[in-house]
């Protein structure tokens, strides 16, 4: 209202689809005539978006240097910037004080308390992780470091589709392990988004493992956000994602969209408006310093600090569906090598295929 109030036009915000959906409605609608000027996008989604066609480029100019460098560097795309960042996130290990006042030194002395305090009937989810189906997101910070990766990284620190790592000796390494913990009972392979937000903020979990999009629900625990600890001896790394604003390459008022973007909400003002809204990270560097004493985001941000950007390439589009079926595979009580095997050979087919 403020924007367009000043500049003389009509700004329209619409909620009409999940997060989830978002870029998929941009693709069809956009192309239609129907599309906004200026969509909410993540930039794992990137690649598949310029290779549709659907995102235009955005000059941030001296703006780029107010940027986290993870978040400059998750929205160039073939040596352009598509997008202005608004938050930078990953998950962490959220853990009850009350009911664990220390912090696990590894994952392995995680499963023992967890466990113990299943046995005496203080709790009833020993770790509250969405899966319900398998959640590779969720799952990567262990999966990498029980010794599994999806693609490897170029000399030149991009993601090589050429060197899939799904069906690699690391990955069923950690795919034998997350069997394992199934098998003990500390992940549920039942348990979906809501059960674990109830779980936690019940009190009925000890630990949960996930995002600062969640935490809003954890206002009546005594919680602190952590470093996931390290599992199978290894180092956790787990997907940093960035939000976005995009311009559709179909906007009917490009530069409008522009001057949106880079003059009006590129400020503090507008990045902590955005984060009293909805308190994720900002990507904007001189706003994360002012909310920097909030203790969820020093978590948050440790739990980060050897993270990877979630790869933006079109391939990974290929990879999400077999390596959710061959965590449920797993789970269910398959070879974790012929699980993650036949992954492998499904994603392989599919990108040599598109």
């Known amino acids: 209202e403020q924007f367009g109030a000043e500049n003389g036009i009509s700004v329209v915000v619409q909620e009409v689809v999940p997060f989830d959906n978002i870029d998929d409605r941009v693709i069809t609608a956009g192309p239609a005539g129907e599309g906004p000027d200026i969509f909410v996008g993540a930039h794992d989604q990137l ?44 998950i962490a290990l959220i853990r009850n004080a009350d009911l664990v ?11 023992t308390v967890a466990l113990g305090l299943l046995a005496d009937g203080t709790i009833e989810v020993p770790l509250a992780v969405q899966q319900g189906p398998a ?72 630990f949960a493992i996930t995002g600062p999009w969640a935490v809003p629900d954890f206002a009546e625990v005594n919680y602190v956000v952590e470093p996931i600890p390290s599992a199978c001896g290894g180092e956790p790394q787990p997907f940093v994602g960035v939000g976005a604003l995009m311009v559709s390459a179909f906007a009917e008022n ?71 079926d061959a965590y449920d595979l797993t789970f269910s009580g398959t070879d974790p090598a012929e699980a993650f095997g036949g992954a492998g050979e499904q994603i392989r087919n599919l990108i040599a295929g598109s």
């Open 47 to 90: 690649g598949n978006l310029v290779a549709s066609g659907i995102v235009a480029p955005v000059e941030l100019g001296a703006k780029t240097d107010l940027y986290a460098p993870a978040a400059i560097q998750a929205l160039n795309y073939e040596g352009q910037n598509y997008g202005l960042p608004y938050s930078i996130e990953n």
């Open 101 to 111: 006042p220390e912090s696990p030194a590894t994952f392995e002395d995680l499963e």
């Open 135 to 206: 959640d590779p997101f969720h799952n990567m910070p262990l999966f990498t470091s029980c010794g599994g990766y999806v693609f490897g990284v170029g000399a030149d620190g991009a993601y090589d589709p050429t060197d899939l790592g799904i069906d690699s000796d690391g990955a069923i390494a950690a795919a034998t392990a997350f069997q394992g913990w199934v098998d003990s009972g500390l992940i549920t392979p039942s348990l979906d988004y809501d059960g674990m937000l109830s779980s936690f903020a019940e009190g009925r979990a000890p």
């Open 254 to 324: 490009p530069l409008v969209a522009q001057t949106f973007l880079v003059d009006f909400l590129a400020t503090e003002e507008a990045a902590l408006a955005l984060f009293e809204a909805d308190p994720r990270p900002p990507a904007l560097t001189s706003a994360l310093e002012a909310v920097s004493d909030n203790p969820d985001l020093a978590g948050f941000g440790a739990a980060g600090v050897n993270g990877a950007p979630m790869p933006a390439i079109p391939e990974m589009g290929s990879v999400w569906t077999a390596w959710t």
